[in-house]
Structures are given as C-alpha cells and as structure tokens.
C-alpha cells in the first residue's frame, strides 16, 4: 500500500492526528503504530468469530432421522388392528343411520351427532389404514386419536346410563370396548412392529392433523349442544300449551308438566328455582303431614335411577337417627309405572318418609314427591298419585 494511501487510512482510525505528513517515503511515525495494531486487532476478532462458528456447527450434530424399514411390513398384531379399525369404523358410520330414531333423542340435532360421529370415525380409519399402509409420519398419531375417541364416546354412554340391557350396546359389550381400547393404546406405544414400520425419530404431525383432533372435539359438542337447546326449547312450547289448554277446579295445580290435586285441608305454596329451573309445590297440613312435589323429564325407568334419586333426597338432618326400610316395590297406578320407598325414623314421634317416582311413558315425564307423615295421621299418598295426570 502506498504511503499516502495508508495515512488516509490511518487518519480513519486516529482522531489525534492533525500534523503536516510528508510523504518522504518513510512511514508516519506520529500515528503509524496505531493504524497497524487496528489493522491486526480487526484480523484477529474476525478470525476468532470464524473459529467460534466452526466449534458451534462441530458440537451441534444435525438429529439423525431413522426411516421406515422398506423390509417390514404390516402383519400379526398390527394387521388386526387396522381391520378391526376399517370393520369398526363402517359399523359406527351405518349403524346410527339404519337405527335413526328422533323420538329415542328428543331431537333431531340429538340424533344426527351419533350421525355425524360415525360418519367421522369411519373417514379417520380410513385415513389412519391408509397413513399406515403408506408409511406416513402421522400414521400413529391418527390411530391413537381413533382410539382415543371410540374410548371417550364408551365412557359417556357408560356415564348416562342409557346403555342396553342385552345386544351392541348392552354394559358387558361397552366394558369390553373400553378394555380393548386400553390394550391397543398401549400396544402402539410398546410394539416393536409398529417401532420398525414408523420410527419415533420419524413421526410428526402435519397441520391437517392438528384439524382433525379439533373437529373430533368441537363438532360432537356443537352438536349436542343445539340439540340439547332444541330439546328445552321443545319442552317450554308443549309446557306453555300445557297450561293454556288445561283448565284446573279450585284445588288443582300444574307445573306445566302434570296436574294434581291438593287434598282438603292441606295448604299449598309454589316457588319457581333457576338452577336448575323447576318449579316446587310444598303442600302441608299442620302438624300431620308435609309434601313436596315436582316434576321434570326422565324416561330411566330403573330402580338404579329411582335409588339415586332417593339419596340425593336424603334429610339430612334425619341422618343422625337410625331408621328402618317398610316399603320398596315398583307398581303401578293409572297405568303409570312408580317405586315407592317407605323409611321410619326411630325418634320420639315416629315420622315416616315416603319417596315416590311415577312415569309416564308417553311423554317421557316423571313425578317425584316427597311425603313426611308425622306420628299416626292418616296416609294421602295413594290420594295423590291417583290425581297426578301428565
């Protein structure tokens, strides 16, 4: 470089230089040694940066991918269960439509979300058999999420109750569902096969995949929840039509759901609750009786749901004496099926609680009233269920 060149260069670098330079064809003394040491210093950082960068990409190794063996393929285990998935997803998807029954829901919205889940469970076996078949990162993922959802819709059916007492739907066959649901969600976790033919270092998701697990949970619950505002809005209209169709004598009283009528003697007062909306009659008769009545929509006619009704309508400040069981049958009455509990409690005066549900099967309604009779008075239980009319 030359030496007038270099000054200038120099100058760049050192503020301090503001002297006459004679360019002689010696180097600048004043501000020469600054130059070089900047010059060297600039090499030096960027050499360190280079090697830095070198050790950087040298400690961190790129994640080695295992593919699938293109040696192995689908059989034993694996193969029985992706037929078992194709076989039980044509069955979800047909079923609900050859047994299409809008009274059985209430609603069609009701019906169409067994419809709909079918539906969609068929199209995910075949989207998982085919992800499988073709080795994709995503085929144990979807399988899982098909497993997954025929486990949860077992469980709710399980937990309402409305399960069959024999056949496809009966408890013994939806225990089994749930067990082998258990047993193939741990055999794709665990199985070597599945290892071989889908590499954990291999699988991911897509975004489409990320859709599917979301539509499995949000269109179900769409669904019910039209059908279940369909429904309420269904009963408020023949409730509303109930009252205005009904003409009631001086002593009767309806809910909009039944009709009844008060005995003689007894005083009657009607309080309407939100949560959950019901409305409560309270009849009493001094010192020998008091009744509560209310009404609502239930067509389990089991002596399971009758008992469950019984404890959550336990006194609770009953509980502390002891009592004894005098009456537990299921009958009939105006061709309404009922059960009727009776219990005595062991206290000074002898106060007996009679518990009674009556269905009627028509509507789908049921009556539930509540019955204290203190000491010896006389019974107008049997006087009140024969006036109760749906």
């Known amino acids: 470089m030359a030496i007038k060149d270099q000054c200038e260069q120099c ?19 004043q501000s020469c040694d600054l130059y070089v040491k900047r010059i060297n210093l600039e090499k030096a950082e960027k050499e360190v940066n280079q090697d830095t960068t070198n050790i950087n990409q040298t400690q961190i190794p790129n994640p080695q991918i295992d593919y699938p063996d293109p040696n ?25 439509i050859f047994t299409y029954n809008v009274e059985e829901y209430g609603s069609h919205f009701l019906a169409l ?15 998982s058999i085919y992800a499988f078949l073709k080795k994709k990162p995503n085929a144990v993922y979807l399988t899982k999420v098909y497993i997954i959802a025929v486990f949860v819709s077992n469980i709710i059916v399980l937990l ?13 066959r939806l225990i089994r569902s749930l067990i082998w649901s258990i ?23 897509f975004s489409r995949d990320y859709y599917i697990t979301a539509a499995f949970v949000i269109v179900p619950l769409f669904m019910l929840g039209i059908g279940i ?11 509303a039509q109930f009252i205005s169709s009904t003409d009631l004598a001086y002593n009767e009283y309806t809910d909009g759901r039944i009709v009844f009528t008060k005995p003689d003697g007894f005083t009657c007062e009607k309080q309407e609750i939100d949560d959950p ?26 002596a399971k749901n009758f008992n469950s009704y019984w404890e959550n309508w336990k006194d609770s400040e009953l509980e502390e004496y002891s009592y004894k069981e005098i009456l537990n049958e299921k009958r009939s009455i105006n061709g309404n099926p009922y059960f009727i509990k009776t219990i005595q ?9 009679h518990y009674a549900l009556l269905f009627n099967t028509q509507t789908g309604k049921v009556c539930l009233l509540s019955y204290y009779q203190f000491g010896n008075s006389e019974n107008y239980l049997e006087v009140i269920l024969k006036s109760i009319r749906f």
């Not at 100058?11 to 003394?29: A, L």
């Not at 409305?279 to 089991?302: G, M, N, P, Q």
């Open 229 to 239: 505002a369909d429904i309420q809005s269904q009963h408020d209209k023949i409730e």
């Open 345 to 353: 409690y062991e206290t000074e005066n002898p106060i007996k609680w």
């Open 183 to 205: 047993i193939w969600f741990l055999y794709l976790n665990f199985s070597e096969q599945v290892k071989n033919i889908i590499p954990k270092s291999y699988r991911k998701l």
């Open 113 to 127: 979300t067994d419809v709909f889940f079918g539906v969609m469970l068929l199209a995910l076996a075949i989207y």
């Open 11 to 29: 100058k760049k670098y050192n503020d301090s230089c503001t002297g006459n330079i004679e360019f002689n064809g010696q180097s600048c003394e």
């Open 277 to 302: 909306k019901i409305i409560l009659f309270d009849l009493e008769l001094s010192d020998c009786a008091w009744i509560r009545i209310c009404s609502d929509y239930d067509s389990d006619i089991t």
């Open 72 to 96: 192995e393929h689908i059989h034993g285990w694996l193969g029985f269960l992706l037929f078992s998935m194709g076989l039980g997803g044509l069955f979800s998807a047909i079923y609900p």
């Open 160 to 172: 309402s109750g409305e399960f069959e007492e024999t056949g496809i739907g009966s408890m013994p």
